[in-house]
């Protein structure tokens, strides 16, 4: 039969750990050091782990604790919602900071508007934004992170998603590039190109598109992040496509960089923002999509 979980054990693990000693944890729940130390037998016993060792005059926690810590306090939060009144929340005495997976263009670009919505609505609480990466799957179901936004791609069926906008393909070049003014399909193919990709692709819509006009370009160089893909592209006559919501961002900032429209019939790149299910209905993180969304509407 499965283990039979004390949630109060649960709730003084995360002061004990948060404090980081017996005295501090016994003051925050009114009890003497030693009622304390024996909660903290009964955690080790309901965990199998010492959870916190001596190491000179202090307590550390061992690996199996700072494991726990992790997802202790989303645990604390669940069980909250689990019991309060569907009307009961109030995004001005929010404390939470939500850690959200984008690139890096579009964090600069956007960051700025959601912390300004956010400071306004719930001054208390935060953004924590952290660069692409592979296994957003995973991220969003272990909890470390709370909401991905980026393309639309094959997600695993468990993840909720919900469409932010779409954005079509444009391309930077330097100022003075030679393509400038006489950009055809044929001329996109003269000059070598930059793909941004965090998992190395060389491919995408725009060969697509070259390819159904018997034409194909040279991709030179694959890079993983904008911010060294445009610094590249200032010095050089590399092209430089990407999508158009994150020439938004590029505009903000004035590089010495030049828009050019692609003469091809691209297909649309769907924005979406991507979260597990499990937070579907906690009224802090849906507050947050919601909030999300409207900003974007707005800015359409």
């Given at each position: 039969?499965?283990?039979?979980?004390?949630?109060?054990?649960i709730?003084?693990?995360?002061?004990?750990?948060?404090?980081?000693?017996?005295s501090?944890?016994?003051?925050?729940?009114?009890?003497?050091?030693?009622?304390?130390?024996?909660?903290?037998?009964?955690?080790?016993?309901?965990?199998?782990?010492?959870?916190?060792?001596?190491?000179?005059?202090?307590?550390?926690?061992?690996?199996?604790?700072?494991?726990?810590?992790?997802?202790?306090?989303?645990?604390?939060?669940?069980?909250?919602?689990?019991?309060?009144p569907?009307?009961?929340?109030?995004?001005?005495?929010?404390?939470?900071?939500?850690?959200?997976?984008?690139?890096?263009?579009?964090?600069?670009?956007?960051?700025?508007?959601?912390?300004?919505?956010?400071?306004?609505?719930?001054?208390?609480?935060?953004?924590?934004?952290?660069?692409?990466?592979?296994?957003?799957?995973?991220?969003?179901?272990?909890?470390?992170?709370?909401?991905?936004?980026?393309?639309?791609?094959?997600?695993?069926?468990?993840?909720?998603?919900?469409?932010?906008?779409?954005?079509?393909?444009?391309?930077?070049?330097?100022?003075?590039?030679?393509?400038?003014?006489?950009?055809?399909?044929?001329?996109?193919?003269?000059?070598?190109?930059?793909?941004?990709?965090?998992?190395?692709?060389?491919?995408?819509?725009?060969?697509?598109?070259?390819?159904?006009?018997?034409?194909?370009?040279?991709?030179?160089?694959?890079?993983?992040?904008?911010?060294?893909?445009?610094?590249?592209?200032?010095?050089?006559?590399?092209?430089?496509?990407?999508?158009?919501?994150?020439?938004?961002?590029?505009?903000?900032i004035?590089?010495?960089?030049a828009?050019?429209?692609?003469?091809?019939?691209?297909?649309?790149?769907?924005?979406?923002?991507?979260?597990?299910?499990?937070?579907?209905?906690?009224?802090?993180?849906r507050?947050?999509?919601?909030?999300?969304k409207?900003?974007?509407?707005?800015?359409?």
């Amino acid at each position: 039969m499965p283990q039979k979980i004390d949630f109060n054990l649960i709730y003084a693990l995360n002061l004990l750990l948060e404090e980081g000693s017996v005295s501090g944890a016994a003051e925050k729940m009114n009890l003497s050091a030693p009622a304390m130390s024996r909660i903290l037998g009964r955690i080790r016993r309901q965990f199998d782990d010492p959870i916190m060792v001596r190491a000179g005059k202090h307590l550390v926690p061992t690996p199996r604790a700072l494991e726990l810590k992790r997802q202790l306090g989303e645990i604390i939060e669940q069980a909250a919602a689990l019991i309060a009144p569907n009307d009961a929340f109030e995004p001005g005495k929010l404390t939470r900071t939500f850690t959200i997976r984008a690139n890096d263009i579009f964090i600069g670009a956007l960051a700025g508007g959601l912390l300004e919505t956010l400071r306004d609505m719930a001054p208390l609480s935060g953004l924590k934004f952290i660069a692409e990466s592979d296994g957003e799957d995973d991220a969003l179901r272990s909890g470390k992170v709370d909401l991905v936004i980026g393309s639309s791609r094959d997600w695993h069926p468990e993840i909720k998603t919900q469409s932010l906008f779409t954005s079509t393909f444009q391309a930077l070049v330097r100022p003075g590039h030679p393509i400038i003014g006489r950009v055809t399909p044929e001329t996109l193919t003269h000059y070598p190109h930059i793909s941004v990709s965090r998992r190395g692709r060389t491919q995408g819509p725009i060969d697509d598109a070259l390819r159904d006009l018997g034409l194909q370009r040279n991709v030179a160089l694959t890079l993983p992040g904008f911010h060294s893909a445009m610094m590249l592209t200032m010095k050089s006559d590399f092209i430089l496509p990407l999508p158009r919501h994150v020439l938004q961002g590029v505009s903000n900032i004035h590089l010495p960089l030049a828009e050019i429209e692609l003469p091809l019939e691209l297909e649309s790149v769907f924005i979406v923002q991507a979260w597990h299910p499990r937070l579907d209905r906690d009224p802090a993180h849906r507050w947050l999509r919601q909030t999300i969304k409207q900003f974007f509407l707005q800015r359409e």
